[in-house]
């Protein structure tokens, strides 16, 4: 079946250094969202990529959606300690119920201050 | 603006028990879709109700079923409880199949 992979599985930054998620689909998708859990928390939306090529940024954020639609990457620039939590991707492939969506393992992000 | 609830928070069960999870949607909403995220894990899609009806089903074994009220609240029911089904149980509600998802903060299942 349809496979979402993410990596890094765990990411540990000083405060100010950059961070980097990505993620890999074993077939091509129809949008991918973006979500972010806080430790102890449930996923928050932070964004869907739908258009082939696309980039989008949230302040610090930088999300990009690959040109096949297989990929997709979140940069975070000068990480703070409000960014700790685990980001992950999930993606809705052709065909597919819209209601289905394909979440990665997520990439557990720790900042030191 | 109530988010989306779910109840109890948290649940202790025994192997071969039942279980029923409650969830209200966020106001507005009328999609109501459940997830199982196993510790380090992302979450899992169990099935997706629309219109009082499963729209879509995850593979999860039919010990998994659910319901939708007129109301656009929902219950989910898990019979002969096994060890694996420790997990937490997320509620997520949109308006409409697709779209953003809204989560609530989950019911945390341990099965002893």
């Known amino acids: 079946g349809q496979q979402v992979m993410q990596i890094p599985q765990y990411q540990h930054v000083q405060e100010g250094e950059d961070f980097t998620t990505y993620c890999n689909s074993s077939?091509?998708?129809?949008?991918i969202q973006w979500y972010k859990q806080r430790p102890g928390g449930h996923p928050v939306f932070l964004i869907q990529?739908?258009?082939?090529?696309e980039v989008k940024k949230q302040k610090r954020l930088t999300f990009q959606f690959g040109e096949a639609k297989k990929n997709s990457s979140l940069h975070i620039t000068a990480t703070q300690t409000t960014d700790v939590g685990t980001y992950f991707c999930a993606g809705r492939r052709y065909g597919g119920s819209q209601g289905n969506l394909i979440f990665g393992k997520g990439t557990k992000l720790s900042v030191k201050p | 603006d109530a988010g989306v609830t779910q109840s109890p928070t948290h649940l202790i069960k025994t192997r071969g028990q039942q279980v029923t999870l409650r969830c209200s949607p966020k106001s507005g909403h009328d999609t109501v879709s459940w997830y199982q995220q196993a510790l380090g894990q992302g979450p899992q899609f169990i099935f997706q109700y629309y219109e009082e009806e499963e729209r879509q089903r995850g593979n999860f074994p039919d010990r998994f079923s659910g319901h939708q009220f007129p109301n656009y609240s929902s219950e989910l029911n898990v019979n002969a409880l096994l060890l694996g089904d420790s997990a937490l149980y997320l509620c997520a509600s949109s308006l409409g199949t697709g779209l953003k998802l809204f989560f609530g903060s989950g019911t945390q299942l341990s099965v002893l």
């Open positions: 077939t091509t998708l129809s949008n």
């Open positions: 990529l739908v258009k082939s090529g």
